[in-house]
């Protein structure tokens, strides 16, 4: 069942959705500075014995688990940004 909005009610979804992509935006930015900061662990922590390796170990899942949580995060982004565009579409056709 489909119900008619308001070109305002749209309008303010819209920003909503525009607001909430710029906080995914930091938290895109702070998964990608997470990532890069588990790889310089990771390839210290490789490079020597006992807790060190341990070290270069929990770097690497760090750095997978990150970078797997930033791209997720750019995913949403994209698919925020084209829901936007869509709504902005309906605010012209309304």
Known sequence: MKTKLSKKTLLLE??????????LQGWLRNAM????????????GLS???LRLACGVAGIVL?????????????GIHNGR????????AVEQA
């Open 14 to 23: 819209a920003q909503q959705q525009k607001d909430a992509l710029k906080r």
């Open 63 to 75: 750095a997978a688990v990150s970078v797997a949580c930033a791209a997720l995060i750019g995913l």
């Open 48 to 50: 020597g014995g006992g």
């Open 82 to 89: 084209r829901n936007v565009d869509h709504i902005l579409k």
């Open 33 to 44: 500075l997470l990532s890069s900061c588990a790889a310089v662990l990771a390839w210290w």
